[in-house]
């Protein structure tokens, strides 16, 4: 059990377009969805932190209106990335939180490869 | 500002070594500590969770400590193998649920 998937695994788009990635909780309901982004070499740094229903609570530093963030319900939320740079090129992965976990364990998708050329 | 720290950076030894990894934290308030595994271009997979009430968690092959008051965490590997080879991440729980992880350990287990 606690299986989070992630669509698409990777994308190629063009600089100035948006592109939405998906995060989803497959056998479970999550309380809290995670976006992280992971540049090559390095570790993951948290983005955001988004709640079903409620405004997500972004990392400083992190974009509001550049890294729109929607968790439409307990199973599903997803990240988009408005007008997109090279520099936006990374690795981004989402995770949740099982609603009921007392130890509050993240779930992690397998991430997806973005790459804007 | 919670700060990780893992040592070594990369680590090369012959399949079936034992070996240690480290982990540091700054701050010990933590809720919990996790040691995740991850292959290239790949997601995480959580390998052990270790609750700040608890010294210690074992999978199979796999040993994890926690020191709270030193801020400190090991994971052991016991006779190693070539699919043990990835980047170990140790990630510690804030009290707002949040992961803070340190850069990782490159593993080569060569045959």
């Known amino acids: 059990g606690a299986v989070v998937s992630q669509h698409p695994s990777w994308v190629i788009c063009k600089s100035g377009t948006s592109v939405k990635i998906e995060c989803r909780s497959l056998d479970f309901q999550a309380t809290t969805m995670f976006w992280y982004r992971q540049f090559p070499k390095q570790s993951l740094m948290l983005m955001a932190t988004?709640?079903?229903?409620?405004?997500?609570?972004?990392e400083q530093g992190v974009e509001k209106d550049k890294f729109l963030i929607n968790h439409a319900s307990l199973t599903l939320s997803t990240l988009t990335v408005t007008s997109a740079h090279p520099e936006d090129s990374s690795f981004y992965i989402c995770s949740a939180t099982r609603l009921g976990d007392p130890a509050y364990e993240q779930y992690f998708g397998p991430g997806t490869r973005l790459t804007v050329t | 500002k919670q700060e990780v720290t893992q040592i070594p950076a990369a680590l090369s030894v012959p399949e079936g070594e034992n070996l240690v990894l480290n982990c540091s934290f700054t701050d010990s308030a933590i809720y919990n500590l996790q040691w995740f595994r991850q292959d290239p271009g790949k997601g995480l997979t959580s390998l052990l969770l270790i609750q700040s009430s608890q010294r210690e968690q074992t999978s199979g092959r796999l040993n994890a400590s926690l020191d709270k008051s030193s801020g400190r965490s090991t994971l052991y590997i016991a006779a190693s193998q070539p699919g043990d080879s990835a980047t170990y991440l140790c990630a510690v729980i804030r009290s707002n649920y949040k992961l803070t992880f340190g850069k990782g350990t490159l593993l080569t287990v060569n045959p």
């Open positions: 988004s709640n079903e229903g409620s405004k997500a609570t972004y």
